[in-house]
């Protein structure tokens, strides 16, 4: 049975726990307090020596990337082709086949536009605002929160426009949710825990 190394407080973490109980997938799942450094603890490193989370062992394989082990479990527990297209289509026919490759390769875009717009903003903004400073009490960098604020700015505005076609087209690879939407969700919705962190923080900073 594959296992999983994750921290709720990471958004790729998240994503690929709630694919795995959205489908019930025989998967044990082991928790890494990002914020009592476990990652960096030499058990976890003898697991994963990047240190980092999510992380996902199964059998010999050793498999860092939420992208990559999303993929890799859909593929494994035969879930719905739209969660991780296959390019090879369902028939020999040259048509179906061309389509499979063109529904491949949009899920592909989607996932590396928002790795490079969403989540590369929704870190810097969230880290060097909130997350560095109140919970791993690193002093955050101003300059870099406000350029991850630009880009995500500029990012919610393509994602309306271009990914989900101004309203017309419910998820960002067509008409069925896939693996750039949960990654995007969970990425969005760290924005509002984020502001629930400041609310809270702030909020026993005046408590007796």
Request: proline share 7%; hydrophobic share 40%; charged share 20%.
């Amino acid at each position: 049975m594959p296992n999983l190394y994750m921290d709720m407080m990471s958004q790729p973490s998240r994503a690929c726990y709630i694919l795995c109980k959205k489908h019930g997938l025989p998967v044990d799942v082991h928790m890494i307090r990002l914020d009592k450094a476990e990652h960096r603890k030499p058990a976890y490193l003898q697991i994963n020596p990047l240190g980092k989370v999510p992380f996902l062992v199964d059998g010999e394989l050793h498999l860092p990337e939420s992208v990559a082990i999303m993929a890799y479990l859909a593929d494994k527990y035969n879930l719905p082709d739209a969660w991780h297209p296959s390019s090879s289509g369902s028939s020999s026919s040259s048509g179906e086949l061309a389509a499979a490759q063109q529904r491949r390769a949009v899920y592909e875009a989607a996932v590396q536009w928002l790795q490079l717009t969403v989540r590369f903003g929704c870190t810097r903004l969230l880290f060097h605002s909130v997350i560095g400073p109140r919970v791993f009490k690193v002093p955050g960098v101003p300059e870099v929160a406000a350029e991850g604020h630009k880009v995500l700015q500029q990012a919610l505005k393509d994602l309306e426009s271009y990914w989900l076609a101004g309203g017309s087209r419910p998820f960002m690879t067509g008409q069925l949710l896939s693996v750039p939407d949960l990654l995007c969700a969970c990425d969005l919705e760290q924005l509002r825990c984020g502001a629930s962190l400041v609310a809270t923080c702030s909020s026993s900073d005046v408590v007796p």
